[in-house]
């Protein structure tokens, strides 16, 4: 059983930054693309940012190309997401994600549709 737990959300002014974590288990981490997507109030869920199963390929929404950073540590099973330069309009509930299948083509790992499996979200709020 697949489970995530997002952590390092808060509260935080415009132009600072902040680093979500998210912690996986169930099944075996370097295997799988992971990702994060973002909610805010009164929107549909998008995707922020990808990160192929062995770190080395990364993408991100126009949105945050340049102010956002996706890593991974294999070794401890999680995943980042270094957020700077932040606007009020980052303000949501960030979520990770974890790809349907392991491994899988560039395009694959790339894209939306392949995660399946989801944290429970983590708020981050950007005043102005």
């Known amino acids: 059983q697949v489970q995530l737990v997002e952590s390092g959300g808060g509260l935080v002014q415009a132009g600072g930054s902040l680093r979500l974590s998210c912690a996986a288990s169930g099944r075996t981490f370097n295997m799988y693309a992971m990702a994060w997507f973002r909610q805010a109030p009164g929107k549909e869920r998008e995707f922020v940012a990808a990160i192929n199963w062995s770190g080395d390929n990364s993408y991100y929404a126009d949105s945050v190309k340049g102010r956002y950073t996706i890593s991974r540590d294999n070794a401890k099973n999680t995943v980042y997401l270094q957020m700077n330069s932040l606007k009020p309009e980052d303000t949501a509930v960030y979520y990770c994600?974890?790809?349907?299948?392991?491994?899988?083509?560039?395009?694959?790992?790339?894209?939306?549709?392949?995660?399946?499996?989801w944290g429970q979200g983590t708020h981050v709020t950007v005043s102005s």
């Open positions: 994600a974890q790809a349907h299948k392991a491994f899988g083509s560039r395009s694959y790992q790339s894209s939306p549709a392949s995660f399946g499996y």
